[in-house]
């Protein structure tokens, strides 16, 4: 009888075990994405932080310009002309005269 009680201690045992280290490999997943994910977010921030207008040219500073409710980016040290997703559809969107005043105005002419 002895024997019968002991590997039924075992297999319970075995199987709470296994319920123990499955709970714990899955608290260990969850605690390495939320690590990575985090890792991941402040990583993306001091890229941004390092690169929030600069110039992708020369890397000086960016300074932001209305013209003709169009806002680009002009840089400080090589007068490169940056625009924004969607900018350059609202150029094109405008009356050829517009158009051309914006350009002109761009290049300062």
Known sequence: MDDIDSR???????????ELIEAAQKARAAREAERT???ATEVLAE????????CPKCGHDL???ELEGVRVDRCT????VYLDAGELDRV?????????SFFRRLVRI
């Open 8 to 18: 039924r201690e075992d297999q319970w045992f075995r199987a709470n075990e296994k």
């Open 37 to 39: 994910a985090r890792e």
């Open 47 to 54: 890229r941004k932080a390092q690169h929030f207008m600069k």
């Open 63 to 65: 300074v932001e310009e």
């Open 77 to 80: 040290f090589c007068e490169g």
């Open 92 to 100: 094109a969107l405008k009356k050829v005269e517009e158009r051309r």
